[in-house]
């Protein structure tokens, strides 16, 4: 019988008084991908914080190798082998790709000088190895999200980590992206190295893991090897009872002869949006489609005013509208939800309440005869969001740093909601959230585009374009190489197989 790794029993935490791990037993095999599953809020996280040092348990211990040990901080977590890659970023933005991977583990001169040229040959061998075709020498902030999440596996793997836990790591990356890191997940594999794997995507965890341990509510639910259940088991296990919802289609009648709600013609920006044009019509949902690095956000970006255009224009219910920044873009009723909440969507040490205040104050929305904020009406506000996203909370004044990551997303979600936008640009919405929470932003998006206004998704998750597009635009070097109805496209196969097949043909 293959050894346990470790051994993680009666694992049991609480945040004021409230019991968030309610005596946790988890084990990892040596050589194992073991997927650790559950809703937002589960406990997943948390458990794994314990493992890494930066939370202690109130009760129980953890075994490594059969041994019991202490790990108080994440040294003791690295002096044991283990290494974790967080949802949450944690790179420097300002150093680049190769600086963060061996930060604080830099390469020397004989002068005892950091020798950058020796670690980025060392990074590149790395990323060369993961299949990445990345500068190891730019500055993380010059990085996409995807490009930001292969850097963090990188940094994580060039530890000689035994034990690696992975927290949502294809969160941001294409179909691609991702079968590279399953090759490079099942080498690591082959060599004894164990992997706990966090994600809320089913279809990659019956790929890639050998074992599934869902948590809810805190508490252990099941353990048990991935060929004995069903998607639709775990789902059931997850929620605690059967997911019968489905996104419901589209019931507003598009019609193509009359004015679009927004019109994109001839747009350019700084190379990485190259002579796009496009329409989206009221009652819309208008799916973007393509590779990592293939130009989405960049160009959703420039729609919204983040990066202005350098030529061509757009149109908003017919009229010019000039958008140069992102003030701009919202007077011109256009609301943006970026991919990264953390860095870009929120201020996390900041409430909610005062979090739903930044946009609408820019709207001069709150304002009570232009001088004071009305407090009254943010409350009423930020609390009718609350309850019709079903946010998570115990108050508006909670932090949110303090919620999960699907409570985040839904806090951006609302606060943009709230400045009663026509256009509604939406930049992996549902990445790193769990089902439940995947299906509610889903249909919010699906209702809006049925009640007349416009929508604009770009996913990594192909079926999810599939189940709420009504058409679907693929994306290369900056520019729309095909279009296509979501009625033309019979399978997530068939969608990977058209956007490889563009990448390929331009």
């Given at each position: 019988?293959?050894?346990?790794i ?23 095999l ?43 901080s994440?040294?003791?977590s ?103 890191l ?50 639709q088991?775990?789902?059931e ?111 996390t ?25 009305d ?28 919620l ?66 009504d ?7 900056g520019?729309i ?17 058209i ?8």
């Open positions: 019988m293959t050894p346990a470790i051994e993680m029993k009666r694992i049991t935490k609480e945040f004021n008084h409230i019991r968030v791990l309610d005596h946790i037993n988890f084990e990892l040596q050589g194992e991908i073991h997927a650790l599953l559950g809703e937002n809020g589960a406990g997943k996280s948390t458990l794994m914080k314990i493992l890494r040092g930066i939370y202690q348990p109130e009760e129980g211990e953890i075994l490594i190798n059969g041994k019991a040990v202490t790990i108080n994440p040294s003791d690295r002096l044991n082998g283990i290494s974790m890659v967080f949802q949450e970023f944690s790179l420097i933005p300002s150093l680049t790709v190769a600086q963060n991977i061996f930060l604080t583990r830099e390469s020397r001169s004989k002068l005892g000088l950091i020798n950058d040229r020796i670690d980025e040959k060392k990074a590149s061998i790395l990323l060369h190895e993961m299949g990445v075709d990345l500068d190891p020498s730019l500055p993380v902030e010059q990085l996409s999200t995807g490009y930001r999440q292969l850097t963090e596996i990188v940094a994580a793997l060039s530890q000689d980590a035994q034990i690696l836990i992975l927290d949502e790591p294809t969160a941001s990356l294409t179909h691609t992206e991702t079968m590279t399953f090759g490079l997940l099942r080498k690591l594999k082959e060599r004894g190295i164990s992997i706990i794997y966090i994600s809320h995507r089913m279809e990659e965890i019956f790929q890639i893991a050998d074992r599934i341990t869902v948590l809810r509510d805190g508490k252990n639910i099941i353990t048990e090897q991935v060929q004995n259940l069903s998607i088991q775990v789902i296990h997850i929620l605690g009872h059967k997911d019968v919802r489905e996104i419901k289609k589209s019931t507003y009648l598009v019609d193509p002869t009359a004015t679009p709600l927004l019109e994109v013609n001839h747009l350019n920006c700084n190379q990485e949006v190259c002579d796009v044009s496009f329409k989206l019509f009221a009652g819309e949902v208008l799916g973007l489609a393509g590779l990592m690095g293939s130009g989405r956000t960049e160009l959703v970006q420039t729609i919204f005013g983040i990066t202005p255009a350098q030529s061509g224009d757009i149109k908003v219910k017919g009229k010019k509208v000039r958008i140069n920044d992102a003030k701009s873009g919202m007077k011109a009723k256009i609301a943006f939800i970026p991919e990264d909440r953390r860095l870009q969507g929120l201020s040490m900041h409430s909610i309440k005062e979090n739903f205040e930044l946009p609408l104050i820019n709207l001069r929305k709150l304002e009570k005869h232009k001088i004071f904020v407090d009254h009406k943010i409350v009423a506000l930020a609390n009718g969001f609350v309850e019709k996203l079903q946010i998570k909370c115990d108050s508006i004044d909670k932090e949110i740093r303090l999960s990551g699907g409570n985040q997303q839904k806090v951006v979600i609302a606060k943009w909601l709230s400045t009663e936008p026509d256009i509604l640009i939406m930049d992996e919405p549902t990445a790193g959230v769990d089902i439940g929470t995947k299906t509610e932003i889903l249909e919010m998006a699906r209702n809006l585009a049925n009640e007349g206004k416009g929508v604009v998704i770009i996913s990594s998750e192909l079926q999810e374009l599939l189940s709420i597009s058409r679907i635009v693929i994306i290369k070097n520019s190489v095909d279009e296509m109805l979501r009625t033309e496209v019979k399978s997530e196969d068939k969608l990977h197989q956007i490889q097949g563009a990448q390929a043909s331009v």
